[in-house]
């Protein structure tokens, strides 16, 4: 039997799209929102889950920060997906014959200079790889939709403009969760990422004591956010990113200061960093 991956979408969204280049031997299974996906996970009907974090354009995808912390899951490795929006069409649909185009509000403002400039009107729907299948279930030939290529694919439709995008460059981050720890013990030469998340005390300057630990052990942050758990007002929830593994002695240190300054400390994901990171920072 196949091994299995859950993603939040329809087929040929872009979380399926990244399913299929991580795990291309894989069956990739469609799911109706993050909480189900992975649940699926959670429940061994998956081994794993493909869940986007931040997009370089759209910023941090909110929802799935509040559903981290109540799930079990752990955090295994990180995908970084260049997202190439395609402008899709019945066949033989020229781009001078489309007068609309429809799509996920995210991909439209996206996208939104080249839409203006050809002179379509703009229409929004709730996800970009449905309307690829509305459109080619129907017969509507002076409308596209703005998709992946693997909506095309899937579904029948034609690539009239590739990179259909305003700006080049836009990423998405995804986290691949498991039911499992993996990678807890270091391996030399691999260069890992430690997420983790806390509270602060109530005393005062906490997040500035909290964070100190690893400025003061030359750690890096790669990223740090911050949110109100929604059931309690009292005190944020922080999740964190750092560059190092929990077996480094420089991040024992950090940690171990941490703890005097934060509680609920859990760390729930230790990767290795994508080689994407190497040309954000070379």
Same mark, same amino acid.
């Given at each position: 039997?196949?091994?299995?991956?859950?993603?939040?979408?329809?087929?040929?969204?872009?979380?399926?799209?990244?399913?299929?280049?991580?795990?291309?031997?894989?069956?990739?299974?469609?799911?109706?929102?993050?909480?189900?996906?992975?649940?699926?996970?959670?429940?061994?009907?998956?081994?794993?889950?493909?869940?986007?974090?931040?997009?370089?354009?759209?910023?941090?995808?909110?929802?799935?920060?509040?559903? +981290?912390?109540?799930?079990?899951?752990? !955090? $295994? #490795?990180?995908?970084?997906?260049?997202?190439?929006?395609?402008? /899709? &069409?019945?066949?033989?649909?020229?781009?001078?014959?489309?007068?609309?185009?429809?799509?996920?509000?995210?991909?439209?403002?996206?996208?939104?200079?080249? +839409?203006?400039?050809?002179?379509?009107? !703009? $229409? #929004?729907?709730?996800?970009?790889?449905?309307?690829?299948?509305? /459109? &080619?279930?129907?017969?509507?030939?002076?409308?596209?939709?703005?998709?992946?290529?693997?909506?095309?694919?899937?579904?029948?439709?034609?690539?009239?403009?590739?990179?259909?995008?305003?700006?080049?460059?836009?990423?998405?981050?995804?986290?691949?969760?498991?039911?499992?720890?993996?990678?807890?013990?270091?391996?030399?030469?691999?260069?890992?990422?430690?997420?983790?998340?806390?509270?602060?005390?109530?005393?005062?300057?906490?997040?500035?004591?909290?964070?100190?630990?690893?400025?003061?052990?030359?750690?890096?942050?790669?990223?740090?956010?911050?949110?109100?758990?929604?059931?309690?007002?009292?005190?944020?929830?922080?999740?964190?990113?750092?560059?190092?593994?929990?077996?480094?002695?420089?991040?024992?240190?950090?940690?171990?200061?941490?703890?005097?300054?934060?509680?609920?400390?859990?760390?729930?994901?230790?990767?290795?960093?994508?080689?994407?990171?190497?040309?954000?920072?070379?």
């Amino acid at each position: 039997m196949a091994r299995r991956v859950a993603y939040q979408g329809t087929a040929g969204a872009y979380s399926h799209l990244a399913c299929s280049r991580v795990f291309p031997d894989w069956e990739s299974v469609p799911c109706e929102d993050f909480q189900s996906t992975l649940e699926l996970v959670t429940s061994g009907q998956v081994e794993r889950a493909m869940i986007p974090l931040e997009n370089s354009t759209a910023g941090r995808v909110e929802e799935i920060y509040r559903i +981290i912390p109540r799930t079990h899951l752990f !955090a $295994i #490795a990180e995908h970084f997906e260049p997202v190439n929006h395609c402008l /899709l &069409a019945l066949p033989g649909v020229k781009l001078m014959d489309i007068e609309e185009v429809a799509s996920h509000p995210q991909a439209l403002a996206q996208c939104h200079q080249r +839409i203006v400039n050809l002179g379509m009107k !703009a $229409i #929004a729907t709730m996800d970009t790889a449905q309307e690829a299948q509305n /459109l &080619a279930a129907g017969d509507n030939r002076s409308r596209a939709a703005i998709a992946s290529s693997l909506a095309a694919d899937l579904y029948g439709l034609e690539v009239v403009h590739d990179n259909f995008q305003d700006v080049m460059g836009n990423t998405t981050r995804f986290l691949v969760f498991a039911r499992d720890h993996q990678h807890e013990e270091r391996e030399p030469d691999v260069v890992y990422i430690t997420s983790l998340l806390f509270t602060v005390r109530n005393i005062p300057a906490a997040l500035y004591k909290a964070l100190g630990g690893f400025a003061t052990n030359g750690l890096n942050l790669l990223r740090l956010e911050s949110y109100v758990d929604g059931s309690s007002m009292e005190a944020s929830l922080f999740h964190v990113d750092i560059q190092g593994h929990p077996q480094d002695p420089a991040m024992q240190l950090a940690l171990n200061e941490l703890a005097y300054f934060a509680r609920d400390i859990r760390i729930f994901g230790i990767y290795p960093s994508h080689s994407f990171r190497d040309q954000l920072f070379a």
